[in-house]
C-alpha cells in the first residue's frame, strides 16, 4: 500500500468559504416537518399521530426491514399533521409535521446504550438511527454487520469531501476529531479490524492537522491519515477505497465484499456522540452557502427544518434565489422550493441567484472526448449518449454504462455543455428496464 | 409557511456546475496559438497576408451566418469555428491568392464540407485541409505561385518555387537553392501563408498541449514519423529534419490534424492516425508526382477515423473499458 495510484480526476473550483466557520446552533423553529425516507431501501412508518405530543430524542418512525433506520424527533411539541408530500425524487413520502414548544424537553428514551458484543454493538447502531451523512443515506449498521465480517481487515473513514462548497466534514474534524477517532476505534474494535484509514482531501490542513496531533495524543498506531489529492471525486466511495487500499471495486460491489468497512467522517463522528450520550441522530451540521445567501456559515440544524426557516438564521437572502440545492453542487439534488426539510444526508443547502442557476445551453458534441478523460473510470459518455439516442442496450452494456456512478465529471468538462451525467442516467434506467 | 420560493426555481439535473471552458474558449485558444504564426507570416509576406487572412474570416464567418439564417438553425458563428476554418484556408494558400478563389475555398468550406454534413461536429473531413485540396485541384497554378519573403533575392521577379518543389525536381542546381535549416525553422522559404514558420507553429502547438487543448498524440506521431521515415529513406540527418520543417507538416501536425471531430476518440486511434499522416505525406512526398502531400495524407486519414475508432474499442473493450473497472 506504500505506492498509491490515482484514478483520473477533474479540477473543480472549492469554494470552501465556510472552511473556517465554526459550527452555531441555530433556534428551534416553529415548525418542522420530518420525512419517513431518510434512508436508502424502506420508508419508516409512522409511529405518533396527530395530535400527539413528542419530546426530542423520541422513536417516531420505524419498519420492520433489513435495509433501514429508525426516525426521531428533534424537537418537542405537538404532531400536527401526518402528510403526503412530493419529494425530491418525484414520489410521495410521509411526513411528520411537528409544532415546537421550544422546551426542548427529553424523551426519557434517550439513555447511553450499553454494549459489550458485537450484536449489542450493530444494534446499538441501528438505534442510533444512524445513516450514511455524506449524502448516500445507506443504513450504517448494515454497513457494520457485513456477511464476510471475518474477511475484513480495515476501516475507511471518508473524509475527502471532494463537492465544492461542503465543509460539513471539515468541521466535524476540526471540532470533534476526538469523537472521531473514539467511533472508529469502537468499530474497529467491534468488527476486529485491523486498520483504519482516514481518506481526506489536502485541502483540509487544519483538520489533517488536527487529527495528527489527537492521534498522537491518544498514542494511536492502526489508524492512518491518508492525504489525497484535491480534486473530484475523490470521496466517491469505489475511488476512494482504490486510492486508499489499492482495490478495485465495480459498481454493485459492497465495499465489505472487499475486506474493506467504509463510513463517513461525520457518521463517525456522530455516532461515537451517540455511544456517548445515548442521544440518536436528530440534528446535523449543513454547510449553508451559495451567492444568494446573506451570511454563508455552517449550522447545527434539527432533522424536519425547512430551507426558509434555516436561511432565515443566516440573514436571509442576499439576492433572489433562482435554485436551491439540496447537497453538494456535482450530485446534489435542485429542489423545487425553500419550504423543503433537511433531512439526515442534507449535508449543505446552497442558494445560487440567476446567473449561477442558469443552465447553459447545449451545442453540438465535438467529439473532443474530455468526458472520457474526465471520469474517474475512463467510461465513455460520448458513446452512452449516442447509443442511448438509438436505443442500443447492447452497446450501452458492451460500453458498460453501469459503471457510471453519476459523479458529474463529464457534464462538468464538457465544452459543449451536453448533459451527459443525465443521459448516463436515464441510459441505466434503460439497461435496467431492458434486462426486466 | 412563506412559500415565494416554491415551483419558481430552476429544477434540473447535477451537476449544477459547469468548467468556464466551452467550445467558444476551446476555438478561442486555437486561434490565440495560430497567433504567433499570423504575425510571422505578416512579417515574412508582407501585408497581403493580413488582408488574405482577414478576408477569409469574415467570408467563412459570413458563410456560416448567411447559412443558419437560411436553414433556420440556430446561429452559431459565436462559438469561432468558422473564424478557425477561415484562418486556416487563409494559412493554407499562397499569401498572394486572388481573393475571389479563396472566398470561394471559404463557401466550399463552410457550406458543403461542414453544414451539408451536420454543422460543427457532424463533418467528416477537416473544412480547412479540404477546401485547401478543392482550391489545389480548382485553381493548380495560383495554388503554386509562392510569393518570395522579405529574404529572398528577388532575382526572377516576385515569386519563386518551395523548398519541397526543388527537392522533387531533384537536380543539383535547385538543391542548392533550398534554405538551411535554420531559415526553414524560422520561415524564410516559399511556402503557403501561415505555414512556413515552424518556429511560431511550435509554439503554439506547445501552448495547445500545455493548456491541455490538444493531446500531443497525433503532432507527435505524424511529426515522428516524417522524420523516421524521412531519415530511413534519405539516410540523412538533415534531410530528415528538411521533411519535418517543410510543406504543411507543422500546421498539419499541430492544428489540422488534431481537430476533435475528425480524428479518433482514443488514444491507439489517434496514435495510428497520426502515424498514417506521416507515412502518406512522406509517400507523396518522396514518390508521388506532387511535391507535397500533408493535406492530401490528413484528408484521407480524416476518412479512416471510423476504423481506426472500432479498432481501438476492441482494445479498450479487451482491457475491460473502466479503469477501475472488472
Request: aromatic letters at 8%.
Amino acid at each position: 500500500m506504500s505506492q498509491r495510484k490515482h484514478l483520473p480526476s477533474i479540477h473543480v473550483p472549492h469554494h470552501k468559504n465556510t472552511a473556517g466557520a465554526e459550527t452555531v446552533t441555530m433556534p428551534i423553529p416553529d415548525e418542522v416537518s420530518i420525512s419517513m425516507s431518510q434512508n436508502i431501501g424502506a420508508p419508516c412508518t409512522p409511529l405518533v399521530a396527530a395530535g400527539d405530543y413528542v419530546k426530542v430524542g423520541q422513536r417516531i418512525g420505524d419498519v420492520d426491514a433489513f435495509v433501514s433506520a429508525p426516525i426521531f424527533s428533534s424537537v418537542s411539541g405537538t404532531v400536527k399533521a401526518i402528510e403526503q408530500v412530493r419529494g425530491s425524487m418525484g414520489g410521495f413520502e410521509t411526513h411528520i409535521v411537528i409544532e415546537t414548544d421550544k422546551k426542548q424537553e427529553v424523551s426519557e428514551e434517550v439513555k447511553v446504550p450499553e454494549v459489550g458484543n458485537f450484536e449489542e454493538f450493530v444494534k446499538a447502531a441501528r438505534d442510533s438511527g444512524m445513516v450514511g451523512l455524506g449524502g448516500a443515506s445507506f443504513p450504517t449498521h448494515i454497513k457494520l454487520n457485513p456477511k464476510n465480517l471475518d474477511e475484513c481487515e480495515y476501516l475507511v473513514v471518508n473524509a475527502a469531501e471532494c463537492e465544492p462548497f461542503i465543509t460539513t466534514d471539515n468541521r466535524e474534524m476540526i471540532e470533534n476529531g476526538q469523537d472521531v477517532l473514539d467511533g472508529m476505534k469502537l468499530i474497529m474494535h467491534y468488527l476486529d479490524l485491523k486498520k483504519g484509514f482516514i481518506g481526506v482531501e489536502t485541502n483540509k490542513p487544519e483538520a489533517i492537522a488536527n487529527l495528527k496531533r489527537l492521534i498522537d495524543q491518544n498514542e494511536i498506531d492502526n489508524i492512518e491519515i491518508v492525504e489525497l489529492p484535491s480534486s473530484y471525486p475523490k470521496g466517491a466511495e469505489r475511488v476512494l477505497i482504490y486510492e486508499v487500499t489499492g482495490k478495485t471495486m465495480d459498481a454493485g460491489v459492497l465495499p465489505a465484499q472487499l475486506g474493506v468497512i467504509l463510513d463517513n467522517v461525520s457518521t463517525v463522528g456522530v455516532m461515537a456522540e451517540y455511544f456517548k450520550t445515548g442521544m440518536p441522530i436528530i440534528r446535523r451540521r449543513v454547510t449553508i452557502d451559495g451567492d444568494a445567501v446573506q451570511n454563508p456559515q455552517n449550522v447545527y440544524v434539527p432533522i424536519g427544518t425547512r430551507i426558509a426557516d434555516i436561511i432565515e438564521f443566516c440573514g436571509g437572502y442576499k439576492k433572489e434565489p433562482r435554485k436551491i440545492i439540496m447537497g453538494g453542487p456535482m450530485m446534489g439534488r435542485a429542489t423545487k422550493g425553500d419550504d423543503s426539510p433537511t433531512m439526515k444526508n442534507t449535508s449543505a443547502v446552497l442558494c445560487f441567484g440567476a446567473e449561477m442557476a442558469e443552465v447553459k445551453e447545449e451545442t453540438a458534441c465535438l467529439n473532443c472526448q474530455r468526458c472520457h478523460t474526465a471520469c474517474p473510470f475512463g467510461l465513455m459518455p460520448s458513446i452512452f449518449a449516442d447509443a442511448y439516442e438509438a436505443k442500443d442496450v447492447d452497446k450501452l452494456n458492451r460500453f458498460k454504462v453501469m459503471q457510471c456512478m453519476e459523479c458529474g465529471s463529464c457534464s462538468y468538462t464538457c465544452p459543449a455543455r451536453r448533459p451527459l451525467a443525465l443521459t448516463n442516467k436515464l441510459a441505466k434506467m434503460m439497461v435496467k428496464e431492458a434486462s426486466n | 409557511m412563506d412559500n415565494k420560493y416554491h415551483g419558481n426555481l430552476v429544477v434540473s439535473s447535477s451537476p449544477h456546475i459547469v468548467t468556464e471552458s466551452d467550445t467558444t474558449r476551446l476555438m478561442g485558444s486555437v486561434l490565440l496559438a495560430l497567433a504567433p504564426a499570423w504575425v510571422a507570416s505578416i512579417y515574412i509576406f508582407g501585408l497581403r497576408a493580413a488582408v488574405l487572412s482577414i478576408v477569409c474570416v469574415v467570408a467563412s464567418v459570413a458563410f456560416e451566418y448567411i447559412y443558419n439564417v437560411i436553414t433556420h438553425k440556430k446561429q452559431t458563428i459565436k462559438d469561432l469555428s468558422a473564424a478557425l476554418t477561415g484562418l486556416l484556408i487563409a494559412f493554407n494558400v499562397p499569401s498572394s491568392f486572388p481573393f475571389w478563389m479563396a472566398i470561394l475555398g471559404c463557401l466550399f468550406a463552410i457550406v458543403v464540407v461542414k453544414q451539408l454534413f451536420g454543422g460543427l461536429g457532424r463533418n467528416f473531413s477537416n473544412p480547412a485541409i479540404t477546401a485547401r485540396i478543392f482550391l489545389f485541384i480548382s485553381f493548380s497554378s495560383a495554388m503554386s505561385t509562392w510569393p518570395l519573403t522579405r529574404l529572398q533575392p528577388a532575382v526572377d521577379g516576385v515569386t519563386g518555387p518551395t523548398p519541397l518543389a526543388l527537392y522533387a525536381e531533384g537536380g543539383k542546381d535547385q538543391i542548392s537553392q533550398i534554405p538551411d535549416l535554420w531559415h526553414m525553422f524560422i520561415g524564410f522559404h516559399g511556402g503557403s501563408t501561415g505555414e512556413v514558420c515552424a518556429l511560431a507553429l511550435l509554439l503554439g502547438g506547445i501552448y495547445l498541449i500545455i493548456r491541455k487543448v490538444i493531446s500531443p498524440i497525433i503532432p507527435c506521431a505524424f511529426i515522428g514519423t516524417v522524420f523516421v521515415f524521412g531519415l530511413i529513406a534519405t539516410g540523412s540527418l538533415h534531410w530528415a529534419l528538411f521533411h519535418v520543417l517543410s510543406g504543411g507538416v507543422m500546421l498539419g501536425a499541430f492544428f489540422m490534424a488534431t481537430d476533435y471531430v475528425t480524428s479518433p476518440k482514443l488514444p491507439l486511434g489517434q496514435l495510428l492516425f497520426g502515424i498514417g499522416c506521416g507515412i502518406i505525406t512522406m509517400s507523396i512526398r518522396l514518390f508521388g508526382s506532387y511535391p507535397e502531400g500533408v493535406s492530401f495524407s490528413i484528408l484521407l486519414m480524416n476518412l479512416c477515423v471510423p476504423l481506426f475508432n472500432n479498432l481501438s474499442y476492441k482494445f479498450y473493450l479487451k482491457e475491460g473499458g473502466a479503469k477501475n473497472g472488472n
